[in-house]
T-cell receptor, first 109, second 114 residues
Framework: GQNIDQPTEMTATEGAIVQINCTYQTSGFNGLFWYQQHAGEAPTFLSY??LDGLEEKGRFSSFLSRSKGYSYLLLKELQMKDSASYLCAVRDSNYQLIWGAGTKLIIKP | DAGITQSPRHKVTETGTPVTLRCHQT?????MYWYRQDPGHGLRLIHYSYGVKDTDKGEVSDGYSVSRSKTEDFLLTLESATSSQTSVYFC?????????????FGPGTRLTVT
């Protein structure tokens, strides 16, 4: 079967750095996406990785290792507005997105 | 923001009644998707469309049907609603399904079946 694993919840302090991990086992791989979802709102796109390595976009970076079936999202200089759920999704061999259950990130002052 | 709306935004209905949710886009994107989101689960694909009158089933399609008669509209119908279909339903659109083309999501419909 297909499976995406992420921690259910993480807590971090304002101004700090946090790393959210995602491991996957899917039928095929055609890219990995990270989305942010604030409570009661729609998911919004953060990043895309298809090749191994790090993609940096401002305070957010995303890393991929295809051989290990592993990705992480790194958030720097955390702000209170970063409190949200972070969703990892893999595009499989049928080009469908398989979603993890999401990681709820709680930021404390 | 991508032009994508959903209606209604909230609905309470009784078990056994039919329910139709509407997704409307102004982006002229080819691909449209219906997902449901439940606590402890990732987004789960119900049905998707790859063009007018072209639809296919997703992971959790039982009890749901869809129609797409125009590029801009994708309807999801619960033929006889059950309490297990209480969920938040998201519509998404995408220009293409390959490469880095991401999916854009509508605001969601919160459906409660009593």
């Amino acid at each position: 079967g297909q499976n995406i694993d992420q921690p259910t919840e993480m807590t971090a302090t304002e101004g700090a750095i946090v790393q959210i991990n995602c491991t996957y086992q899917t039928s095929g791989f055609n890219g990995l996406f990270w989305y942010q979802q604030h409570a009661g709102e729609a998911p919004t796109f953060l990043s895309y990785n298809v090749l191994d390595g790090l993609e940096e976009k401002g305070r957010f970076s995303s890393f991929l290792s295809r051989s290990k079936g592993y990705s992480y999202l790194l958030l720097k200089e955390l702000q209170m507005k970063d409190s949200a759920s972070y969703l990892c999704a893999v595009r499989d061999s049928n080009y469908q997105l398989i979603w993890g259950a999401g990681t709820k990130l709680i930021i404390k002052p | 923001d991508a032009g994508i709306t959903q209606s209604p935004r909230h609905k309470v209905t009784e078990t056994g009644t039919p329910v139709t949710l509407r997704c409307h886009q102004t982006e002229n994107h080819r691909y449209m998707y219906w997902y449901r989101q439940d606590p402890g689960h990732g987004l789960r694909l119900i049905h998707y469309s790859y063009g007018v009158k072209d639809t296919d089933k997703g992971e959790v399609s039982d009890g749901y049907s869809v129609s797409r008669s125009k590029t801009e509209d994708f309807l999801l119908t619960l033929e006889s609603a059950t309490s297990s279909q209480t969920s938040v339903y998201f519509c998404a659109i995408s220009e293409r399904e390959d490469s880095s083309y991401e999916q854009y999501f509508g605001p969601g419909t919160r459906l409660t079946v009593t």
